[in-house]
């Protein structure tokens, strides 16, 4: 049994706190090198900055942390930074890590623009960080002007005891002392940003009032002079100067979107060979200063995007007026576009009544939202465009270019996956019973997901009050903030966050259905199989959603199915259909074109057809005038002509109008299909579509299912 002054010894124990010392002690947990420069110019000039840096990584060590990261492959990697050969990114090893996502990324922005803030953010919840090193203090950490940022940081760091570690002092947030100093440190950071941005803006007012460049991206066409060059090495610009090798390129892509009536993708993709040419090397500065450096770049330049397009067309700086903010100068530069081009494409960008596309005039198919692509590492949504029929998987169809995945006739699908699901279901008899139940699970769906809805709204609007208060209270006119109240704050607005999230993480209710499907529903049950073809694929995707829950797709030819019913059991089709005839689908491919563009010059017509056996003598043509290739003339004398009768012609006539295929035809005649062809559109014989483009057929094979299943699906 305890005694009196042991028991009272043990609750001293447990009172008392932890000695500086003991929360100042390094190593522990892992240690961040915190890299962050406020801009690009610094980034690629200040070499002292970089090597501080790097410097940290040697200071660490002496601190006690393990890892095979030195100073001077931080210095070098840097160094190659700097040059542009590397990006900015995090470097690990053991107990240290360098993150340098912050490198040119203002210190003022909020956590989700700051990707250096966002991962240390992520290490301190996860209470792995032991120690913060900077290369100043802790205003290198952030600049938030309203103080929100540094308040939830400093509230991290005290919670899981994150030392700041500077060049001269180790600082624990937990001790009452340092914590003023961090806090001191970033509220100075606050103002001094405060200060610096009203006489930056005031100057850069001025300059804006004379149209000179403020610093904002330079829009594709133009570039800035140099005027002069500060002690410093930095560059003073002066107006906007027309670059023809842009202006021309932003004239044809204006054009072409007036053309395509303001559709930005249409525009893309009409002119997906068009590129911006790279700058100079005397114009290398651009490389930065261009809202180019947000578009792809190929080998030949930077490519088009939707985006790129909207914003020529929305830009007045085009036309010569320079508008800034508030201020607005008219020709202020030489124009980079004519005018009246500029005002159709401007009218059409900012049209709210832009002309739909033909999908809106056109129902849902029939398998429309049920179809995944499973031919990539993760399952994609298969599009339905119903305006031309077909199930489409184009995600990796970006800006006009790229790969599409599958690109499928709605046949093709429609009729071997409706056919088997008609198969297994037989609910006539329990029509009555399954409305019933429908009506049931809709009731208390619609009950659920009002219920679900409510506790969101008032969840987020909790969280919004609470950040409100905390905003204000850190952002008031005071000079000293309370850090018990701050606590509060933050305690309260984090307690409402996890709630919100702990409700989102819960599956939503299902949607309840309206009483129109339910009637919809009612007539399909009433001779489904007989009339499935009667209905309107609408009708018929209403009931598919019902009963299945999605169909995975395989394979592209070969098609491998994998029906998923919300009872629970699966059904696996293999689908056969023959090869691509369309244009859409036999898009001719890169090593195609090469093959051709070698063996078309020279080569024997045999030879060539043999080498690209899956195309026609008339694709092989058709693919060489387009691409402007010549083919050595040669002269072939004709062999057994003679010259048609009337007799053949009218016998030419019945046959070939009836549908005769043209190899009989040809035979019975003596002569070749091309002559049989020829002469018919000589005399403009007409033939039957369905013998001219005939229907390719599918074929499918249901693989069995395994008893219980079946008696699950209710046959």
């Known amino acids: 049994m305890l005694t009196l002054s042991e028991l009272i010894n043990s609750k001293m124990g447990k009172r008392c706190k932890l000695d500086e010392e003991e929360l100042r002690r390094l190593p522990d947990r892992k240690a961040l090198i915190h890299g962050r420069l406020s801009g690009f110019t610094q980034v690629k000039e200040s070499r002292e900055s970089v090597r501080e840096i790097a410097a940290q990584v040697g200071k660490a060590i002496n601190d006690g942390y393990k890892t095979k990261l030195d100073s001077i492959t931080i210095e070098h990697w840097l160094e190659d930074i700097q040059a542009g050969v590397a990006q900015p990114g995090i470097k690990e090893d053991d107990q240290v890590i360098v993150n340098c996502l912050g490198l040119g990324i203002s210190g003022s922005l909020a956590e989700d623009k700051r990707p250096d803030l966002k991962v240390t953010m992520d290490l301190l919840r996860k209470c792995e960080l032991g120690a913060i090193y900077v290369t100043e203090g802790a205003n290198r950490l952030s600049r938030d002007p309203d103080r929100v940022v540094s308040a939830m940081l400093l509230k991290l760091m005290r919670e899981t005891n994150c030392k700041l570690r500077t060049p001269y002092e180790v600082l624990s947030p937990c001790i009452e002392r340092d914590w003023n100093i961090i806090h001191e440190e970033l509220e100075d950071a606050a103002k001094e940003l405060t200060v610096m941005n009203k006489r930056l803006f005031q100057r850069k007012q001025r300059k804006a009032a004379r149209g000179e460049f403020v610093g904002e991206p330079i829009i594709p066409g133009f570039i800035v002079p140099v005027v002069s060059q500060n002690p410093d090495g930095r560059y003073v610009f002066g107006k906007l100067m027309r670059y023809p090798p842009h202006a021309e390129v932003d004239i044809r892509i204006l054009t072409e979107y007036v053309n395509q009536r303001g559709s930005e993708l249409k525009t893309v993709q009409s002119l997906r060979d068009l590129r911006y040419p790279f700058f100079p090397t005397e114009l290398a500065y651009m490389q930065q200063r261009s809202s180019l450096r947000r578009c792809p770049k190929t080998s030949t330049g930077y490519a088009i995007t939707p985006a790129l397009v909207r914003g ?32 159709q494409s401007y009218e059409l960008a900012v049209k709210k009544d832009k002309p739909k596309g033909r999908a809106v005039h056109f129902a849902p198919m029939e398998w429309d939202g049920l179809l995944q692509c499973m031919n990539g590492p993760e399952p994609r949504h298969i599009s339905a465009h119903s305006a031309e029929g077909r199930y489409v998987c184009d995600r990796d169809y970006h800006i006009g270019q790229g790969r599409i995945c599958l690109d499928i006739e709605g046949r093709f699908i429609d009729e071997p996956l409706a056919t088997t699901v008609l198969r297994e279901i037989e609910l006539s008899p329990l029509a009555e019973e399954i409305l019933a139940k429908m009506e049931s699970d809709a009731s208390q769906g619609k009950l659920e997901q009002a ?158 057809e043999a080498a690209l056996s899956d195309r026609s003598w008339s694709g092989i043509t058709s693919r060489a005038l387009r691409l402007k290739l010549r083919r050595r003339r040669q002269y072939h004398a004709p062999r057994n002509w003679r010259r048609w009768t009337r007799g053949e012609d009218e016998r030419l006539k019945l046959a070939y109008e009836a549908g005769t295929s043209l190899g009989d035809i040809a035979n019975a005649f003596n002569r070749s299909v091309n002559s049989i062809e020829t002469r018919a559109a000589a005399k403009d014989f007409y033939r039957p579509r369905s013998v001219r483009s005939p229907k390719r057929q599918v074929t499918w094979m249901v693989h069995d299912l395994v008893p219980l299943q079946r008696q699950s699906s209710g046959r």
């Not at 067309?313 to 500029?342: C, M, R, S, Y």
């Not at 093959?595 to 024997?604: G, H, N, T, V």
Request: charged share 25%.
């Open 312 to 343: 020529l067309a929305t830009n007045l700086k085009l036309v010569g007026v320079w508008q800034w903010g508030d201020t607005f100068i008219l020709n202020n530069h030489e124009p980079a576009v004519p005018e009246d081009l500029f005002l």
């Open 451 to 608: 219920r679900y809805n409510q506790q969101i709204a008032k969840a987020e609007q909790e969280v919004k009050n609470w950040e409100g208060l905390l905003q204000q209270y850190v952002a008031g006119e005071s000079t000293t903030v309370d850090k018990r109240e701050v606590d509060f704050f933050w305690g309260r607005s984090r307690e409402a966050l996890e709630r919100l999230n702990e409700l989102k993480s819960k599956p939503m209710p299902e949607a309840a259905t309206t009483p129109a499907d339910f009637a919809k529903v009612k007539e399909f049950l009433i001779g489904l199989r007989g009339n499935w073809h009667n209905y309107t694929p609408g009708l018929r995707n209403r009931l598919l959603r019902l009963l299945v829950e999605r169909v995975e797709i395989h394979g592209y030819y070969q098609l491998e199915a994998n029906i998923i019913w919300k009872s629970g059991f699966q059904q696996k089709i293999t689908i056969h259909r023959p090869q691509a005839i369309s244009r859409r689908e036999r898009r001719w491919k890169t090593d195609e074109d090469n093959l051709l563009r070698i063996l078309y010059p020279f080569s024997s017509q045999e030879a060539i």
